[in-house]
């Protein structure tokens, strides 16, 4: 079977990669492309300046070596990594392609900007443990030379999970696992938890586990702009437009075992830029799906999917769209400056904004109580009826409570386990993904960054082994259930 391929297809990475390729009976001379791309990228001369800060309203170039769909904090990331990690200045030539250029739908701004460790799965804890120590140091990693520091106005004040009877096992195990990776997780009784909190009613709660360390929130738009500010210093390029079709050529080949695969390796993505009708190709190397919820149309442009039902051909990269609200209150009463983010057993969870007793919050819909995500409108009678009573008993104050604001944003939902798909697919062989991270994308980016930029250029992930969230386990069916899902 196809097992040992897929769980590693990746070889030496990218460069490393036959490209010879078959399309219309003519041999493209994909052999030469890529060994002119690792000659630049393994080259060691000196010299070679960053590529000037370019003007990014116009047609996108028509080669580049990576082109990334979509430029939220994401694909951002992976372009600095990219950056960061060749081996000469100027070596790798990577174009962002985003189709919301005010970002005015972009899941990284509408959401509450939360960061924290207390995952179920050791992947995610070890990936926010990275990309908080990313997000402390943010000015060593994203400076850029005459421009203001960034201040991401990180608040420390922690998590706070409540669990049932009935969840305060998985609990405990998972606090375990938090603890074993390096995480300042602590587990309080409901009477510890009244002593420490006095605001909260512990009706219904048998335990909860507090961060004490590196967990809170951040500015989430200052993370994207110190993000886009730092890879433009690093000459990476910027397209405002959308991807409508990726042309590539096939490969026929038989595995061990006699089953019969197509590979496919694209070799041009067609962007139609704004206010036009025309597309400019883009001849490429190596294409990165970070489209955030819109990632499962990216792959399927791709043929991804496409294939008979059962089959590595026919399995479909199982992210979409979900439309989740946020709403803002204000409670003259509420929680005071020392008040965590509070998830409670049904769902609901807030967190202070500011100094004045306002506060952010939500809960995420049942999967029959799913909205149509065809738009971001919000309902406002799922906060009377579906959040607001969790809340009102959970915190007495908020019985008084006057919402002030409501948004709606996206989750680029991974319907298979929740979980984030990294890494190459093992039949678009130069296709890599960066989504699917159904609601912890932006706290994890800075790591998931550098975790693709490890595979597309040395082959293998070197410093957070994310084996388990590659594209294969859709096929082989094994997943890698988080259960702690906002």
Not at 122 to 138: G, H, T
Not at 152 to 161: E, R
Not at 176 to 201: D, H, Y
Request: proline share 6%; glycine share 10%.
């Amino acid at each position: 079977m196809l097992r040992g391929a897929l769980w590693f297809g990746l070889g030496p990475g990218l460069l490393g990669r036959g490209l010879g390729t078959h399309r219309g009976g003519s041999t493209l001379d994909w052999d030469g492309k890529v060994s002119e791309f690792k000659k630049k990228i393994q080259s060691i001369l000196p010299g070679g300046a960053r590529s000037p800060l370019c003007d990014t309203s116009h047609l996108p170039p028509e080669h580049s070596d990576v082109v990334i769909v979509g430029g939220g904090v994401v694909g951002l990331s992976v372009a600095y990594w990219l950056k960061r990690l060749e081996k000469q200045q100027g070596a790798i030539r990577v174009l962002v392609v985003e189709r919301d250029h005010t970002y005015s739908q972009a899941s990284t701004v509408l959401s509450v900007g939360g960061i924290r460790q207390q995952f179920s799965l050791p992947e995610n804890i070890q990936l926010s443990l990275f990309s908080v120590e990313f997000l402390r140091n943010i000015n060593e990693y994203l400076a850029v030379v005459d421009d203001p520091p960034l201040d991401l106005q990180f608040n420390p004040s922690g998590y706070l999970f409540l669990a049932s009877e009935e969840g305060a096992t998985i609990m405990e195990n998972n606090v375990k696992v938090q603890r074993q990776e390096g995480a300042k997780v602590c587990l309080m009784s409901p009477e510890q938890l009244r002593k420490k909190f006095p605001w909260i009613n512990t009706e219904g709660v048998a335990l909860a586990s507090y961060g004490l360390e590196n967990e809170g929130w951040f500015d989430p738009w200052c993370l994207l702009q110190g993000l886009r500010r730092k890879v433009q210093s690093m000459g990476v390029l910027f397209c405002h437009g959308e991807v409508t079709r990726f042309v590539s050529s096939s490969n026929h080949m038989e595995t061990a075992s006699g089953e019969k695969v197509t590979l496919k390796r694209i070799h041009e993505v067609h962007v139609k830029v704004d206010h036009s009708q025309e597309y400019q190709p883009v001849e490429c190397a190596v294409v990165v799906n970070a489209a955030g919820a819109w990632s499962g149309r990216i792959a399927e442009l791709a043929g991804i999917g496409k294939g008979p039902p059962g089959t590595l051909q026919g399995t479909k990269l199982p992210v979409e769209p979900r439309k989740r609200y946020v709403y803002l209150w204000h409670c003259p009463q509420g929680p005071g400056l020392e008040a965590p983010l509070v998830a409670d057993p049904s769902g609901a969870y807030f967190r202070r904004e500011g100094l004045g007793n306002n506060y952010l919050g939500g809960c995420s819909p049942s999967e029959e109580e799913e909205p149509d995500p065809g738009n971001l409108e919000v309902d406002h009678d799922f906060f009377q009826e579906k959040v607001w009573p969790h809340l009102a008993r959970r915190v007495p104050a908020f019985e008084a409570l006057k919402v002030r604001r409501a948004w709606a944003g996206y989750y680029d939902y991974n319907t298979f386990d929740q979980n984030g798909v990294v890494g190459p697919h093992p039949l678009v062989v130069n296709m890599y993904f960066a989504t699917g991270f159904s609601g912890h994308g932006l706290q994890q980016a800075p790591a998931v960054g550098r975790a693709v930029a490890e595979v597309m250029l040395e082959g293998r992930f070197q410093t957070i082994n994310l084996s388990p969230f590659l594209f294969s386990r859709f096929y082989l069916g094994e997943k890698a259930q988080e259960r702690y899902i906002i």
